[in-house]
């Protein structure tokens, strides 16, 4: 069961969240309509290569991520979106596209677009394409410690 690992991790830290079974899904804005979350409050994760290095990006579902003012955002020179291929086998216990935003459990760093910041809370992947986690944003933030960014999302 792919959400193993994330609610063994969420449950030794005592944190309150709900799982939510929904049919098949497999993008973001798809996922949170199935389950009845809002796109501003479903956490889509993105992997990308920030200088060569494997990173997350989270935004709301309803957004997509413009990497040039990533780039600029971060003031870096290379960026770009990592294959399936490339970041795969960095998530053995994941569905390809279901990964959950917790990079401190992929050892990866994560950024957080400054919209989610300001929800009270948020939904994601499990880990399948068929299962979601809500939380508070606050104990995801305190889990994760993402970078929180303002960047170009349309």
Do not use: W
Request: aromatic residues 8%; proline residues 6%.
């Amino acid at each position: 069961m792919p959400a193993t690992k994330l609610k063994e991790y969420l449950n030794s830290r005592g944190i309150k969240y709900v799982s939510i079974q929904h049919s098949p899904a497999f993008t973001a804005p798809e996922v949170a309509a199935s389950a009845h979350v809002a796109g501003r409050d479903f956490a889509k994760t993105i992997i990308v290569k920030i200088d060569g290095t494997m990173s997350m990006i989270v935004l709301p579902a309803n957004r997509r991520l413009v990497l040039s003012d990533l780039r600029e955002a971060l003031e870096i020179d290379r960026v770009k979106l990592a294959t399936e291929q490339e970041f795969k086998d960095a998530f053995p216990d994941c569905e390809v596209g279901g990964m959950p935003p917790f990079g401190n459990l992929y050892n990866m760093p994560v950024y957080v677009a400054a919209s989610l910041a300001e929800e009270p809370e948020i939904a994601f992947n499990a880990g399948s394409h068929t299962e979601i986690i809500k939380l508070a944003y606050a104990d995801f933030a305190a889990l994760v410690q993402p970078q929180v960014i303002d960047f170009g999302t349309t």
